[in-house]
């Protein structure tokens, strides 16, 4: 417990020396640019030009926000409180739940999957536990605040059938048989929950450092306060935050079936000196025993670039290599 940095931050000015990037990574003072932002998509338009919209989203940028998505203000505004207050309780209260374990499922830990073997950590708590079917983990869930599980259990079925739609009008855009994206596929689902605390030297940590997700697609949801940022043309791009919109973006898995026409973009969380900052991200990923390859009619006229993998190898593989895109998905490439 006394590793979180919602712990110990609290009565330090000074940045510890395991939290300092190497000169590459920091993020440094200089603003990004949040004027070139990625896509902003209004899911009451109409179906065909959404259709358009996120596919070209999806190719370009590898990241969306999306108004207009059916999920009540009230659930999203009642899960953001309650997740701040898990953050918010006495440090007894969240021992119960805390390990170093990087195999437990559910967990409050810090910093990234496995600290005791990290150089550098990250400027981040996590809160993160399975969701899907809900029946089957929700026992696992943190008891208190007493309306936790009910309002993220809520909040998590509702986020899942929004990706399952997302998905579904990607799967149109690029003309996949319908029923593509099945429960092999979709069927494991988990929630992330990044703490951020107020940081001494935002300039020289990150919360989370660049990175691209490994599961099929993530749906983020964060407060009024900035902080990710997505890589494009060798620039960080600042997503600028919309009340009540959710950040959408491809994963890995997403970018394979598409037989890499979709992207999987590398991005990073970047912290603040001025308040501490929650973010709660929902991963829709494979079963673990599931093989995943491109589609079959996406390489009729073309080679596939990747090669079939079960999704829990993949997995392993991301972890060890963590951070370095490149160096992992030179091995799932074929070579022509
Ligand atoms: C993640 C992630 C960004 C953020 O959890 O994978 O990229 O702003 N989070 O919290
Ligand atoms: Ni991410």
Redesign the pocket.
Known sequence: MENLVSTWSKTTKILPENYIFPIDERPGSAEVSLCQNIPLIDLSGSQSQTVQEILHACQEFGFFQVINHGVSEDLIDDTMKVVKEFFDMADEEKAKLYSIDPMKRCKLYTSGYNYANEKIHFWRDNLRHPCHPLDEWVCLWPEKPTNYRDIVGRYSLEVRELSLRMLELIREGLGLELGYFGEELTGGQFL?I?HYPQCPSPDLTL??PK?A?PNLI?V?L?ENVY??QVFKNEQWLGVKPLPHAFVVNIGHQLQIISNGKLRSAE?R?VTNSREART?V?SFIHPYQETLVEPAKSLIDTKVPLFRPFKFKDFLKFYEEKKGDTEAMMEVYKIKP
């Open positions: 992330s990044n919360g989370l990175h997700d993530t983020l964060q902080g990710l991005h969380a973010t991200v």
